[in-house]
Antibody, heavy 115, light 112 residues
Framework: QVQLVESGGGVVQPGMSLRLSCAAS????????MHWVRQAPGKGLEWVAL????????EYGDSVKGRFTIFRDNSKNMLYLQMNGLRAEDTAVYYC????????WGQGTLVTVSS | DVVMTQSPLSLPVTLGQPASISCRSS???????????LNWFQQRPGQSPRRLIY???YRDSGVPDRFSGSGSGTDFTLKISRVEAEDVGVYYC?????????FGQGTKLEIK
């Protein structure tokens, strides 16, 4: 069965960096595109980024472009989100999701940006 | 950027009655490959989102057949033929045609 497990969340100060991880299992990770999607407390879903199966395509939402980087290690079945220059408005639960059409989701990891 | 607009944002429904959620996009979601990439997700309280419908009308495995999706171009609809208690939650549409991807604001379904 498909399993996606996010980790790396925590409390960070504004301007700092954080790296999120998503461990994938139960499917052939190297053949799937992957997303990061976030949800601020009490708010709706916001699409953050996508990477193609081989890393050749990266796309970002406007609010994170230039600050966040999505990357993957297919040898380890791992997806990452490097978040730099964090702001209070980046506070959210971050989910990874599989496939161009987001067919499976993890349970999320909470990032809190606060001084 | 494409903007996704859902209505209503709040949907009180009596058990056993039908429900309908509208999702409109600011640009056509028809792609050059002939597909239209409009998905519907359900997020139950305290849970991660779950995909219900992809490419407008294809129901995911395990999704009850009381859920159906329809539409084309810029106008899409998610229908629940008879609402059950387990359907409580927030429903989101998401476009997968244009960059950046975008979700609707969400529609909160509750039991009246």
């Amino acid at each position: 069965q498909v399993q996606l497990v996010e980790s790396g969340g925590g409390v960070v100060q504004p301007g700092m960096s954080l790296r999120l991880s998503c461990a994938a299992s139960g499917f052939t990770f190297r053949t799937y595109a992957m997303h990061w999607v976030r949800q601020a407390p009490g708010k709706g879903l916001e699409w953050v980024a996508l990477i193609s199966y081989d890393g050749g395509i990266e796309e970002y939402g406007d609010s994170v472009k230039g600050r966040f980087t999505i990357f993957r290690d297919n040898s380890k079945n791992m997806l990452y989100l490097q978040m730099n220059g964090l702001r209070a408005e980046d506070t959210a639960v971050y989910y990874c999701a599989r496939d161009w059409l987001a067919d499976s989701w993890g349970q999320g990891t909470l990032v809190t940006v606060s001084s | 950027d494409v903007v996704m607009t859902q209505s209503p944002l709040s949907l009180p429904v009596t058990l056993g009655q039908p429900a309908s959620i509208s999702c409109r996009s600011s640009q056509s979601l028809a792609y050059t490959d002939g597909n239209t990439y409009l998905n519907w997700f359900q997020q139950r309280p305290g849970q991660s989102p779950r995909r219900l419908i992809y490419k407008v009308s294809y129901r995911d495995s395990g999704v009850p057949d009381r859920f159906s999706g329809s539409g084309s171009g810029t106008d899409f609809t998610l229908k629940i033929s008879r609402v059950e208690a387990e359907d409580v939650g927030v429903y989101y549409c998401m476009q997968g045609t244009h960059w950046p991807r975008a979700f609707g604001q969400g529609t909160k379904l509750e039991i009246k």
